[in-house]
């Protein structure tokens, strides 16, 4: 038994589960609403402040599905209850982000500042020439979307210039030996 998938999905006050026909689960909380299809196999129940997903057997396919719909289910109560947010840091000499309108400006060390359109489900915040913010109920989206940004101008191993993850480590490498013979 899938140790993720028997655990039950606590629903806070103010987030409401509807589980529609063809396994449509829509959660609704103060910060919006989240739709999502789940395979048919999986059985998702929901009694009173507690969700829970349910396999019909222990074939592999519904073992492996039993614990990622718990963890997408569970995803979606955080979402709408207190989102998500990735924190990102430029670094290198020159190298800075911007907001204009909604609007990410980066200059980023090419010829032209490069620029990504906010949609509606991701926020951008830039605190900092050297900081972003990016927030968003669907934790999917979020990571997505910080992923291009960082795609942008990943940070490089030899003087860790480039755009990274706040909580990223970049394993830094020596450059030539330049010694003689």
Known sequence: MSRIGRMPVAIPAGVE???AEG?????????GTL???????IAIDVDGAVASVSRPDDEK???SLHGLSRSLL??????????FKKELEVNGVGYRASKEGNKLVLNVGYSHPVTMEETADVQIEVPSA?????SGID???????AAEVRGKRPPEPYKGKG???????????EGKAGGKK
């Open 17 to 19: 589960i509807n589980v």
């Open 74 to 83: 569970h995803n979606m109560v955080v979402g709408v209850t207190d989102g």
């Open 23 to 31: 396994n449509v689960v829509t959660v609704k909380g103060p910060k």
């Open 61 to 63: 396919l519904n073992r």
């Open 130 to 134: 050297n900081k972003i913010v990016i």
């Open 139 to 145: 934790k999917q989206k979020v990571g997505q979307f």
């Open 35 to 41: 739709v999502r299809t789940f395979h048919p196999n």
């Open 163 to 173: 755009i990274k993850y706040a909580d990223e480590v970049i394993r830094r490498k």
